[in-house]
Structures are given as structure tokens and as C-alpha cells.
């Protein structure tokens, strides 16, 4: 389906976590669901996507300047670049810059100190690897996609009594944009998008992220910002239990519920 002319096509954001975008067949569904929301809405599709799953965790532990960092870096480099490969894709060539600016940050004059700046960036670079893999997967596929830098989109802003910590860390955003915002969001070329969940800009220009989970509230943030005709959080799960099947075994996959019984 040809683009809409004009720069007033509805949008859809579609959130995928961790495990959803740890696997290649996952992708391939991330593709086809992008394809069909774009299609029903006669639209456009942003998607936003997680690090691969345990990443954050990792990176959670470098920020924290765990005694064994260089391990985990060299593991977060060896399987994001498996990864690649299973994805068919130049591995190297994908990665390259993303993986040299990870290795750079854990070498990073700011490392010893860990001031709080750095380890916002060092926590978002498994979305950017992510979003960044899939986004080379996607297009080698013959999808129409670009690459979105949510920091060039999403601005964190300053709260009454808000530490430091919080701003850089656990940061709030902005929450209205004006119709100039969704004109230049809208004037990217592709039909589909993909962008990074968790990560805004911060106030003096570098990184912020949004606190663990964050990405949820990324799509909800994007979906509100664009006017968005839905956001959907995706999950690799069946549906809705009656209990946690993980601690009931014999809980049943509920086939229909509403609203106020999934509260
Ligand atoms: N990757 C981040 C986390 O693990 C954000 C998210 O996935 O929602 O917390
Ligand atoms: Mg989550």
C-alpha cells in the first residue's frame, strides 16, 4: 500500500519486550504485525521495541561497576553479534559502531567515577543494539522501516524535588508535543518505524532512561505524543490466567475477560 500523501496518517505503536525480540522467528511475527496494523489502519506503524532479554540486567551490573565488568561486556558483545548471525546478517557490519560505543563506554574516563551520566548510557545500549538488529533484520526482509532515535524524540523534564538520580535515571517526560512535533515525527520516509523503548534525551543534551520496564511507558508516551489509534504492548504469553500459572499450576487460560476483571 503506497504511504499516505499526507503527513495525517493515524498511527498504531506496537511495544515488544525482551523476549519478544530475542528470537528470530519473534521478528519475523514483529514484521508481520507491523504490516497488518499498517494495512488496517491505512497508517503507519511505530514500533518500539526492549533490549534483548537479560541485557538490561547485564548492563545494570556494568553501571554499577561490578568487579568482572570486561566479562560481561565481552559476553553482551559475543551474543548480540550470535545473534546477528542467526539474523543472516553481516554481523560485524551491523554491529560495528554499536558494539565499539559499548566497548568505549566501559573504558570511558566517567567509568571510574560512574557519574550518573554514564550510566544512563551504558543502560541504553541494549535498546540501541536491539532496535538496531532488528531494524537491519526487518529491511533485509524487504520491509519498508526506519530507525527512529527515541532521544531525538522523547525529552525528559524536570519534576519539583526531583534528585539528580531520578532525572537521569528514572526520568519523567514530556507528555504533550504540538502539531510541528507530529509533522516532523510524520516526515520520516518510511511507512513502518522502529524505535527504542526506555531511553529520552536529558535536559543538558545526553541520556536518560526511564527506570526498569520503562519501555512500556515509552509506547505510551510515543502513543499520546502522535495521537496514536492504539498502543499495543505485546507479550510472549498466551493470555490471561486465573492465577499465576508459574505458582498454580492448575491455573486456566482465561479465553474472555473485561476490563474491570483483568484489574
Ligand atoms: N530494558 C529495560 C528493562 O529491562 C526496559 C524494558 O524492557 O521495559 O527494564
Ligand atoms: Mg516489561
Redesign the pocket.
Known sequence: MPLPSTGAAPWVVLKF??TSVSQRHRWDTIGRTACKRADECEGRVLVVV??LSG???ELTAIASGSHDSAARVSALVARHLRFARELDLDAEAVLEERLAGLQALAGDARAAARTLDWQAEVLAQ??LLSSTLGAAYLRAQGLDLGWVDARDWLDAIELPNQTDWAKRLSASCRREADDDWRARFAAQASRLLITQ??IARHGDGGTAVLG?????TSAALFGGLLRARGVEIWTDVPGMFTANPREVPDARLLVRLDYADAQ
Open positions: 519486550g525482551g526492549s533490549a541485557v538490561t540486567n541494549g535498546e523503548g526506555f526498569r520496564g520503562g519501555s512500556d
